[in-house]
């Protein structure tokens, strides 16, 4: 009787042991892979230009101005009012030594204030210094000299933001052009 008793104890420990064992299995799943080569002559925008929060007078218009080098300043009924303020900035590539030609799509741009039809104008756009990230400016004409040795470069944009008398609260928003011919 023992060894009948240990036969089916035996069976039914082995019958538990693989009843207990996990089912295996696998599987496989697909994922894309994205990039973009740019052109070897080349201009893309790295950072939107933004004036940050700004106050308007009741009574009297102002200015707000961001530099190529970023730092913020008003002027008549505009009071600068916190928020970050950047320069726009576009980086590049060409080859060195080639001269390029940057200029701006339009003298302004008319932002308009979301959900209503209140606008304002951005004007007096101005690139960055003259040594800015590969470059050397040439005279005042927009004509720059790719002077980095593996031909890239970085170009900040600045503008004044025309603040109306009792400008309505909200936010603004347009766009504006920058082209580079490369000579």
Do not use: H
Request: glycine letters at 12%; one cysteine or more; charged letters at 10%.
């Amino acid at each position: 009787m023992n060894r009948v008793w240990s036969q089916t104890a035996c069976a039914l420990a082995a019958s538990l042991t693989l009843a207990a064992a996990p089912c295996a299995f696998a599987q496989s799943t697909t994922s894309t892979i994205r990039t973009t080569i740019v052109p070897r002559l080349s201009l893309v925008k790295t950072s939107d230009l933004d004036f940050g929060q700004v106050m308007a007078s009741n009574t009297v218009a102002g200015s707000v101005t961001v530099t190529p080098t970023g730092s913020r300043s008003a002027g008549g009924g505009a009071t600068l009012a916190g928020g970050v303020a950047t320069a726009g900035e576009f980086c590049g590539a060409g080859t060195r030594n080639q001269i390029v030609l940057f200029s701006f799509g339009a003298p302004s741009v008319v932002l308009t204030r979301t959900n209503g039809p209140q606008t304002m104008t951005v004007d007096s756009f101005t690139m960055g210094p003259t040594t800015a990230g590969g470059l050397n400016q040439l005279g005042n004409s927009g004509r720059w000299r790719i002077v980095s040795n593996n031909g890239r470069f970085t170009l900040p944009v600045g503008a004044t933001l025309r603040v109306g008398a009792a400008q309505t609260p909200g936010d603004y928003e347009g766009t504006f052009t920058l082209t580079a011919v490369y000579q």
